[in-house]
């Protein structure tokens, strides 16, 4: 299984930036990590074919969607901040799990490469 993220870059604060991710097969789970430099890789959204979770620190300000057709997801990310600096991982989980579970990075079956989102102040 293929996960090929796009869409990161430079902005400055407050500015909007929108990620995709493609997978090559249809997936239940599909969701977001992001790891800044000396920390560990936090999570940070995950959708499935009904429900999404956030991580506090983004609530209000992304939004992840998928289109199923495609095999592919999305982050919307709004109000940027300088924290929100780091690469970002598009993840996916081939089968159910508990929802409590979805923002373990252990859950996850596959991971693509990160994009690099950098946010000036």
């Known amino acids: 299984v293929q996960l090929q993220a796009s869409g990161g870059g430079l902005v400055q604060a407050g500015d909007s930036l929108r990620l995709s991710c493609a997978a090559s097969v249809s997936t239940e789970i599909m969701g977001w990590f992001r790891q800044a430099p000396g920390k560990e890789r936090d999570f940070v959204a995950a959708?499935?074919?009904?429900?999404?979770r956030y991580a506090d620190s983004v609530k209000g300000r992304f939004a992840i969607s998928r289109d199923n057709a495609k095999n592919t997801v999305y982050l919307q990310m709004n109000s940027l901040k300088p924290e929100d600096t780091a690469v970002y991982y598009c993840?996916?989980?081939?089968?159910?799990?508990?929802?409590?579970?979805?923002?373990?990075?252990?859950?996850?079956?596959?991971w693509g490469k990160g994009t690099l989102v950098t946010v000036s102040s």
């Open positions: 959708i499935n074919r009904g429900n999404t």
């Open positions: 993840a996916a989980r081939k089968v159910r799990i508990v929802y409590s579970s979805w923002s373990h990075p252990g859950a996850m079956h596959y």
